[in-house]
């Protein structure tokens, strides 16, 4: 079974912050949390991961509460392209690093 | 960097023909790769686990003599969906970590399969 939960859907106007929330209650101490998303009928797309800290890249900020029991993915300014479906994924820390896909969060950015 | 290609992108087959689908990572060795399974407004559903020159590990309820997985080169893993039925028909996507790709083990995944059986 999945480790993550995530509400179904989210809108978001355009140029607005978009704040996908995430809760992996169950996390191990050692269990890095990593985000994708997909667009319609193609692979997921790496966006960001974090263990203890938060982080920043080009596409988002990532937000791990002390506890690690849930997380927040920003995208600072959404824009149509980033309508997609997110999935937060928490990785198994040794052996064969498998990800088991929760539902995901589709995200509608609207004009 | 870390570029994941499958081929071919779209298949449609007769039932009970048997189909095979590649996964190539470009420019790294993958030396795990996995392949999922995704039905219409579902998520993505692990199938199987391949490491180069061993056998895979197929997660439960996955039938290993009707997905054959084939990981013979740190760079092509295959499956091949023998006797295909309707019920098959999904959109198949593989992934790949290893060396060269990344130093946190993430997955790359392709651009997916869509396999129709009529």
């Known amino acids: 079974d999945a480790k993550t939960t995530q509400p179904p859907s989210m809108d978001c106007a355009e140029g607005r912050a978009a704040n996908l929330p995430c809760n992996h209650s169950?996390?191990?101490?050692?269990?890095?949390v990593y985000w994708y998303r997909q667009i319609h009928s193609q692979g997921p797309q790496y966006i960001i991961h974090g263990l203890k800290n938060n982080e920043t890249n080009e596409m988002a900020s990532l937000i791990i509460t002390e506890d690690r029991k849930s997380s927040t993915l920003i995208l600072p300014h959404a824009t149509l392209r980033d309508t997609a479906v997110y999935y937060c994924i928490v990785r198994q820390p040794s052996g064969t690093y498998k990800y088991i896909f929760g539902t995901g969060t589709r995200l509608k950015v609207l004009a | 960097g870390a570029v994941v290609s499958q081929h071919p992108s779209r298949v449609i087959c007769k039932s009970g023909t048997s189909v095979k689908i590649e996964c190539r990572s470009l420019d790294f060795q993958a030396t795990t790769m996995f392949w999922y399974r995704q039905f219409p407004k579902q998520s993505l559903m692990l199938m199987a686990t391949?490491?180069?020159?061993?056998?895979?590990?197929?997660e439960q309820g996955v039938e290993k003599d009707k997905f054959l997985i084939n990981h013979a080169s740190l760079t092509l893993s295959t499956l091949t969906v023998t006797s295909a039925h309707p019920e098959d028909s999904s959109f198949y996507i593989c992934s790949a970590r290893g060396q060269g790709a990344s130093s946190y083990n993430e997955q790359f995944f392709g651009p997916g399969t869509r396999l129709t059986v009529l």
């Open positions: 169950t996390i191990s101490g050692n269990e890095y």
């Open positions: 391949s490491n180069e020159g061993s056998k895979a590990t197929y």
